[in-house]
Nanobody, 116 residues
Framework: QVQLVESGGGLVQPGGSLRLSCAAS????????MGWYRQGPGKQRELVAD???????NYADSVKSRFTISIDNPKNTMYLQMNNLKPEDTAVYYC??????????WGQGTQVTVSS
């Protein structure tokens, strides 16, 4: 079973950038869908961005033009480049992978805090 580990979170000032990584313990070559979700204080978990094996990407309106999702298949790693960060982006960020068979897999999350 593939396990996911997120990294790259931290404290950043408004307008700053971070790149989150999601490393998979096994091959993600045949994934069906991979994505990033976040859960802010007192909020429900929400989709940030996801991508399909066919290359179709989808972004939440609140992060369009600021965040970019990408996958490095040889490294079995997914990234989320986050630019022009805002205080409302503060949340725990989770990565998820879904294969054709089996349940979705989730990482343990990484904290992103945007504050001056």
């Amino acid at each position: 079973q593939v396990q996911l580990v997120e990294s790259g979170g931290g404290l950043v000032q408004p307008g700053g950038s971070l790149r989150l990584s999601c490393a998979a313990s096994g091959s993600i070559f045949d994934f069906n869908n991979m994505g990033w979700y976040r859960q802010g204080p007192g909020k429900q978990r929400e989709l940030v961005a996801d991508t399909t094996r066919g290359g179709r990407t989808n972004y939440a309106d609140s992060v369009k033009s600021r965040f970019t999702i990408s996958i490095d298949n040889p490294k079995n790693t997914m990234y989320l480049q986050m630019n022009n960060l805002k205080p409302e982006d503060t949340a725990v960020y989770y990565c998820m992978v879904k294969f054709d068979i089996g349940p979705s897999r989730w990482g343990q999350g990484t904290q992103v805090t945007v504050s001056s």
